[in-house]
């Protein structure tokens, strides 16, 4: 159990760690290079941005959930 919830963790690791990269920030981003960025008046109004918000919250609690469970299997 306790490697196929690492396994798990890792996944979502790497997917929350996608997520946060694909953000625009103030000099544009990862986010720039697909398409993602409209300049500063339109930063974070356009449904892709909502959508990429969304998104990295919910594997963001999963990864912190996600982190609790490991500590309390591995000591357990």
């Known amino acids: 159990m306790t490697l196929a919830l690492g396994i798990v963790y890792g996944i979502i690791g790497i997917v929350t760690l996608t997520l946060v990269l694909l ?43 996600l982190t609790l469970v490991l500590a309390f299997v591995i000591n357990a």
């Open 23 to 65: 953000h625009s920030g103030r000099g544009g981003g990862l986010s720039d290079m697909f398409g993602g960025g409209l300049g500063a008046a339109a930063a974070g109004s356009t449904q892709m941005e909502r959508n990429l918000d969304r998104l990295t919250i919910v594997f963001s609690l999963v990864f912190a959930i």
